[in-house]
T-cell receptor, first 109, second 113 residues
Framework: GQNIDQPTEMTATEGAIVQINCTYQ??????LFWYQQHAGEAPTFLSY??LDGLEEKGRFSSFLSRSKGYSYLLLKELQMKDSASYLC??????????WGAGTKLIIKP | IAGITQAPTSQILAAGRRMTLRCTQD?????MYWYRQDLGLGLRLIHY???????GKGEVPDGYSVSRANTDDFPLTLASAVPSQTSVYFC????????????FGPGTRLTVL
């Protein structure tokens, strides 16, 4: 079966750095996505990785290792507005997205 | 219209009733999707459409139907609602390309009693 695993909840301090991990087992791989979802709102796109390595975009970076079935999202200089759920999703061989349950990130002052 | 709109925003429905959730996009994306999101679970694909005139079944299609008469609209119909269909429903669209990023509508919160 297809499976995406990520921690249910994480807590971090404003101004700090946090790493959210995602491991996956899917039938085929056509890229890995990270989305941010604030409570009561729609998911919004953060990043896309299809090749191994680190993609940096401002305070957010995303890493992929296809051989290990592993990705992480790194958030730097945390702000209170970063409190949200972070969703990991893998595009499978049919070009459909398989979603993890999301990691709820709580930022404390 | 800017992006994707969904209607209604929320709805309470009696079991056994028929309900259509509406979704419209103005980005001329060829692909559209319907997901449901339940607490503790990831987004689950109900139905999708890769282009106008075609539809496909996702992970959890039972009890739902869709149509794609044109590029912009992708309605989702519950023929006879059941309480297990209580959920938040998101419509999304994407344009085939480098990363197939999906853009989401604001969601419809549906409660079936």
């Amino acid at each position: 079966g297809q499976n995406i695993d990520q921690p249910t909840e994480m807590t971090a301090t404003e101004g700090a750095i946090v790493q959210i991990n995602c491991t996956y087992q899917t039938s085929g791989f056509n890229g890995l996505f990270w989305y941010q979802q604030h409570a009561g709102e729609a998911p919004t796109f953060l990043s896309y990785n299809v090749l191994d390595g680190l993609e940096e975009k401002g305070r957010f970076s995303s890493f992929l290792s296809r051989s290990k079935g592993y990705s992480y999202l790194l958030l730097k200089e945390l702000q209170m507005k970063d409190s949200a759920s972070y969703l990991c999703a893998v595009m499978d061989s049919n070009y459909q997205l398989i979603w993890g349950a999301g990691t709820k990130l709580i930022i404390k002052p | 219209i800017a992006g994707i709109t969904q209607a209604p925003t929320s709805q309470i429905l009696a079991a056994g009733r028929r309900m259509t959730l509406r979704c419209t996009q103005d980005m001329r994306h060829n692909a559209m999707y319907w997901y449901r999101q339940d607490l503790g679970l990831g987004l689950r694909l109900i139905h999708y459409s890769n282009t106008a005139g075609t539809t496909g079944k996702g992970e959890v299609p039972d009890g739902y139907s869709v149509s794609r008469a044109n590029t912009d609209d992708f309605p989702l119909t519950l023929a006879s609602a059941v309480p297990s269909q209580t959920s938040v429903y998101f419509c999304a669209s994407s344009q085939a390309g480098d990363n197939n990023e999906q853009f989401f509508g604001p969601g419809t919160r549906l409660t079936v009693l």
